[in-house]
T-cell receptor, first 115, second 111 residues
Framework: GAVVSQHPSWVICKSGTSVKIECRSL??????MFWYRQFPKQSLMLMAT?????????EQGVEKDKFLINHASLTLSTLTVTSAHPEDSSFYIC???????????FGNGTRLTVT | ELKVEQNPLFLSMQEGKNYTIYCNYS?????LYWYRQDPGKSLESLFV?????AVKQEGRLMASLDTKARLSTLHITAAVHDLSATYFC???????????FGEGTQLTVNP
């Protein structure tokens, strides 16, 4: 089955530093990937839609200059949290679309803790 | 704006009992998904419902979709402890577009 790999699984960083999270589709090409954020005991909230070869589409309230998304190939999208602050601590999950009639395939998530 | 509401948000039940989780959504859609999430983990796909009247079953779980009522149900039959998890429904407005998730239902099945 289709697999989405997310790396790293967890990361602890100091406030003010930047963190990059990778999302790879391992056995299919994904023109579209989605980045979600989930705070404890809450649902998933879409942050942005990442399209290969073009700029990401950000949801309302998500700072595009803070959460940099790059989708340079059909199998890789990256999310960089710039100048991270403790309030950015969350569970970040990517997903990728294989074909329009299949469910999204989700990565294993990245738990970010900013100290 | 699409809104997706789940009910109940918390559910504690005994093993062997039956229960239903409801998922209502606010705009027209015929694509609905159910996911399971264990603590600290990502999402596991359970069901894909792509048309009105769709019904799918896997083990003790059965999901249905009524697009006219904008309602999906996840029915649990003879619950077992292993079903303890958080269950999310998610609605896709159009094919290949983003998902809007419900708040999640935290299910605890007690021995």
């Amino acid at each position: 089955g289709a697999v989405v790999s997310q790396h790293p699984s967890w990361v602890i960083c100091k406030s003010g530093t930047s963190v990059k999270i990778e999302c790879r589709s391992l056995d299919f090409q994904a023109t579209t990937m989605f980045w979600y954020r989930q705070f404890p005991k809450q649902s998933l909230m879409l942050m942005a839609t990442s399209n290969e070869g073009s700029k990401a589409t950000y949801e309302q309230g998500v700072e595009k200059d803070k959460f940099l998304i790059n989708h340079a190939s059909l199998t890789l999208s990256t999310l960089t949290v710039t100048s991270a602050h403790p309030e950015d601590s969350s569970f970040y999950i990517c997903s990728a679309l294989d074909d329009a009639n299949s469910p999204l395939h989700f990565g294993n998530g990245t738990r970010l803790t900013v100290t | 704006e699409l809104k997706v509401e789940q009910n109940p948000l918390f559910l504690s039940m005994q093993e062997g009992k039956n229960y239903t989780i409801y998922c209502n959504y606010s705009t027209t859609s015929d694509r609905l998904y159910w996911y399971r999430q264990d603590p600290g983990k990502s999402l596991e796909s359970l069901f894909v419902l792509l048309s009105n009247g769709a019904v799918k079953q896997e083990g003790r779980l059965m999901a249905s979709l009524d697009t006219k009522a904008r309602l999906s149900t996840l029915h649990i039959t003879a619950a077992v402890h292993d079903l303890s998890a958080t269950y999310f429904c998610a609605v896709e407005e159009t094919s290949g577009s983003r998902l809007t998730f419900g708040e999640g239902t935290q299910l605890t099945v007690n021995p």
